[in-house]
């Protein structure tokens, strides 16, 4: 799997653990051509969250 060195300014929005980015679906990309948005999951063990955070500019 391609990821990216984790950001601690980011934080999982539900647990408030680091996040890593992955790779962004077709949609995402769609997606960020209207609000620019980049693909992270949560590196703590048992949350589980994957999702769209907004990219910084």
Do not use: E, N, Q
């Amino acid at each position: 799997m391609y990821t990216h060195p984790p950001d601690p300014a980011l934080r999982c929005p539900l647990c408030r653990g680091p996040v890593i980015r992955t790779r962004r679906t077709p949609f995402d990309r769609l997606l960020s051509l209207v609000s620019p948005r980049r693909r992270y999951r949560c590196r703590t063990i048992g949350c589980g969250w994957t999702g769209t955070l907004r990219a910084k500019r």
